[in-house]
């Protein structure tokens, strides 16, 4: 917002007068130095205000006997309205442990003006340069809200005035007149009800005691409320006030603090007379706090009394009491003499550090016997309604740590002490803000074209080491798919494979696991997490895709026509430290793992004779990820010769002449001849390099079977049975 905008409200650009921000501990001088003058340039740099000069600040200041710590809001416009400031900023800055700055600032306009604003700001410190330009922003914007207020021709008069006498003054009460305007009232004074009043006595508050003056005097009073711009009221109707005999005040002996109050302990002054103005009738009880001007009445108590205890007591004030003799008349003594006390504090040096979801508080433990603990109240704010949130048992405890907390937010705390049942007066209000949730890790990264895995890596978050515990990673199938978490791993980690484990080291899958895909993209979010469960915001969406398949073996050749066996090769690749050899049924689409070789050879044996066979190999890499499967080869056996036939039986003198056809095929080498023996099985009776053999045995029926045997010993099957008989 421009000089422009401003000047339609001030006519010129409003003044404004930014004293230094008061540091609220030693720790946090030269940070508040460095604070003011950062906000005050970037107030003045907006061009919107004209600027006084720091000395005439100062020299008001002076001039009215202030300090900023103690200025009331009712100071803050006068001074502002005596110096001709439009606009006046003071504040405080003070340094949480935790790294959080806590500014507070108040901003007053003149008193021509509804304008008043005060807010607190918690930053953390690395973030106060940027917010200080936005609180510059905000104290421009506000300016331009403060509007006038609308003339006042005439304001309202004070109420309900009434007067009592005592033998030497007459004090006067009203009602204050409700309104933000009137800064005093006057008091005015005459003999009688329509003579001349005079002016007496100017003063701020709803009272007024008329003093030194004579027994039996008469004097009727008025009063009017003066504004701030000098417009008074009419005068109030007189009443009348007259001095007269009154007991004599008590004797206040002494005041003895409790932890629940203050017991006062006076003795009356005895009296034997018959004057009825000269017998006590009752005690009054004033009292007065250290931040107070005027004596108020707080009650009344019999005549036989001689004690009173006051339990509305602010924690760890100091009140001066002073007691009034009153007669049936009510008429009042004068003040006896008027004592001390201050309230013993339940609990003191309270504070409160805000941590991750948690505040820890911690006190001084009063030395006052009868406590057996201390009550605990919280509330979101000084205004609100203190609730009971925890209570820490026995004398001498100090501290007590509140969790389960919102992330970010300002807690309100005061203490009680137990004492049998009952509680003593609450400590003053105090304040802690729990941490902000933990920032997004920073740089997240994929790698790409790794085997079944993505290696994960980020950076730390920088915040304090107590408030991160962990990461959380989360993988998705899709960019805007969902996100489950994969893994969560301690602070001290910074990277993590996400895949299958393998000769290299990664992690293996459990039963509910699975593998990444080959050549397959995933979507990855990481956040971390603290102590108390509170999870930061997921850090920037990285991608990556993992490595396809490895291409197949090479130049994949089997066999064909050799005995008993088929014989694979295939050419050698360096990315393979192994190779998965299978085999199928010619005419079907199907192979199975027959075996894993470290060679780029493979002698399979397990084959029938004349048997064709389909054959694939796959190549496994050092992470035990077999490649593409090669193209199908074929390989087949040699068969078995076939068998001799047409074996016939001829006498030859006494023997038997065994013959039979030849097999058809070129290599069979030899025969062999099988005789059934007694148990019914066919043994092996001896070999024939021919195609005849001679039986030389004598009586009975001999059964004979014939087989051939080729170059590479494969047997054909037996021949059929032919039966030799002996006469």
């Not at 030395?367 to 201390?374: E, H, Q, V």
């Not at 360096?574 to 060679?599: C, D, H, M, S, W």
């Not at 399979?604 to 496994?620: F, M, N, P, Q």
């Not at 074996?647 to 062999?672: C, F, H, M, T």
């Amino acid at each position: 917002m421009g000089a422009s905008a401003l000047a339609m409200d001030f006519k010129t650009k409003p003044k404004l007068a930014f004293y230094p921000l008061v540091a609220k501990s030693e720790e946090a001088i030269s940070f508040t130095e460095a604070v003011s003058t950062q906000l005050f340039n970037n107030i003045e740099r907006t061009d919107s205000f004209e600027i006084v000069e720091r000395k005439k600040v100062e020299s008001v200041l002076l001039q009215d006997a202030a300090t900023i710590a103690s200025m009331s809001q009712e100071t803050l416009n006068s001074v502002a309205t005596k110096a001709g400031f439009d606009v006046f900023i003071v504040g405080t800055v003070s340094r949480g442990v935790d790294g959080i700055a806590h500014i507070d600032l108040q901003m007053t306009g003149s008193s021509s003006r509804s304008a008043y604003y005060a807010e607190s700001f918690r930053i953390p410190e690395f973030e106060l340069q940027k917010r200080l330009q936005e609180i510059a922003e905000v104290v421009v914007a506000k300016v331009k809200g403060f509007t006038a207020a609308p003339t006042q021709s005439k304001i309202g008069c004070p109420g309900n005035l009434a007067a009592t006498g005592t033998p030497r003054s007459v004090r006067l009460k009203w009602a204050p007149t409700p309104s933000s305007q009137v800064v005093g009232y006057a008091v005015l004074r005459s003999t009688s009800p329509t003579g001349t009043f005079v002016q007496i006595a100017t003063t701020t508050k709803p009272g007024y005691t008329d003093a030194n003056l004579k027994l039996n005097e008469i004097f009727y009073y008025k009063v009017k409320a003066i504004s701030k711009s000098g417009i008074e009221c009419e005068l109030s109707d007189p009443v009348v006030g007259k001095t007269a005999l009154a007991p004599l005040p008590p004797i206040f002996m002494d005041i003895k603090a409790e932890l629940t109050g203050a017991r006062l302990n006076w003795y009356s002054r005895p009296y034997s007379g018959s004057d009825r103005n000269l017998f006590t009738a009752g005690y009054q009880i004033y009292r007065k706090a250290a931040d107070e001007t005027d004596f108020r009445s707080i009650t009344r108590v019999s005549a036989g009394a001689a004690s009173y205890v006051d339990n509305d007591m602010r924690n760890g004030v100091t009140y001066s009491y002073a007691l009034t003799s009153v007669n049936p008349d009510n008429v009042e003594s004068e003040f006896s003499s008027v004592l001390e006390a201050k309230t013993a504090q339940a609990a003191a040096n309270v504070q409160a550090r805000g941590g991750a979801r948690k505040v820890q508080l911690s006190w001084t433990p009063s030395d006052l016997p009868g406590i057996d603990g201390y009550l605990i109240y919280r509330a979101a704010g000084t205004a609100e309604n203190f609730k009971k949130v925890g209570q820490a048992s026995g004398k001498s405890a100090s501290s007590y740590q509140d969790n389960g907390l919102e992330d970010n937010s300002t807690y309100w705390y005061r203490i009680a002490a137990s004492v049998g049942g009952e509680e003593s007066p609450k400590s003053d209000p105090v304040s802690a803000t729990t941490r902000q949730r933990p920032p997004a890790p920073a740089a997240p990264a994929a790698s790409n074209n790794e085997p079944r895995r993505v290696v994960l890596t980020w950076k730390g978050t920088g915040a304090p080491e107590d408030e991160v515990k962990g990461y959380r990673l989360y993988r998705a199938a899709q960019k805007d798919g969902e996100f489950a978490k994969v893994a969560e791993v301690t602070a001290d980690k910074n990277s993590y494979n996400d895949g299958l484990a393998g000769k290299g080291g990664f992690k293996l899958f459990t039963s509910d696991s699975k593998p990444l895909g080959d050549g397959t993209t995933y979507w990855y979010r990481f956040t971390c997490f603290n102590e108390a469960g509170s999870e930061s915001l997921p850090s920037e969406t990285v991608s990556a895709t993992t490595r396809p398949l490895l291409p197949a073996p090479k130049q994949l050749k089997a066999s064909s026509g050799l005995a008993s066996k088929v014989t694979l090769n295939w050419e050698s690749a360096p990315e393979f430290i192994e190779y998965e050899v299978y085999r199928g049924a010619v005419g079907q689409n199907e192979v199975t793992r027959l075996k894993t070789v470290k060679e780029t050879f493979y002698e399979d044996r397990e084959v029938e004779h004349g048997t064709s066979y389909i054959y694939a190999v796959k190549g496994i890499d050092e992470n035990e990820i077999p490649s593409l499967i090669t193209t199908s080869v074929t390989g087949s056996t040699k068969p078995k010769p076939k068998a001799p036939w047409g074996l016939n039986v001829k006498d030859q003198g006494g023997a038997k002449l065994i013959q039979w056809e030849p097999s058809p095929e070129k290599d069979v080498v030899r025969y062999i001849v099988y005789r059934k023996n007694f148990m019914g099985i066919f043994q092996k009776l001896q070999p024939v390099y021919g195609t005849s053999f001679v039986l030389e045995v004598g009586k009975g029926t001999h059964e004979l079977r014939v087989s051939a045997e080729d170059s590479d010993g494969l047997e054909s099957d037996k021949s059929d049975v032919l039966s030799v008989e002996f006469n």
